[in-house]
């Protein structure tokens, strides 16, 4: 099985809803596998971005179209959530997880 190289993972501003959040996401199409093969953008089934509140522990997760390159999760609450995705290709083979990010979610605004 052929290691897939693991996206980079960006945190955009965050937009709140009364005493809602929403991430908004954005990563880089991996280009190689890790022993340096071309992956072509059809080979990508999925994203996923995965989320929780601990670091490296990833309670939910959402899917993402592999066309697209930005993902939003909603209805987050008040506090720090961490986020990291994987790419699964058309081989059911999944990537490890991208760098991950965090962002504080405080009353009223985000950090």
Do not use: C
Not at 66 to 90: D, N, S
Not at 100 to 108: I, L, M, Q
């Amino acid at each position: 099985m052929r290691r897939i190289l693991a996206a980079l993972l960006l945190f955009l501003p965050g937009i709140v809803y009364a005493n809602s959040y929403t991430a908004v996401l954005e990563w880089d199409i991996p280009t190689q596998y890790e022993d340096g093969t071309a992956i072509l953008p059809e080979e990508i089934l999925k994203y996923t971005l995965h989320y929780g509140t601990t670091t490296s522990s990833y309670t939910n997760s959402v899917d993402v179209s592999p066309t697209e390159l930005e993902g939003e999760i909603t209805g987050l609450t008040t506090g720090t959530y961490y986020f990291a995705i994987t790419v699964t290709t058309t081989e059911l083979e999944v990537s490890d997880f991208s760098n991950e990010v965090n962002h504080k979610f405080t009353a009223g605004k985000s950090k």
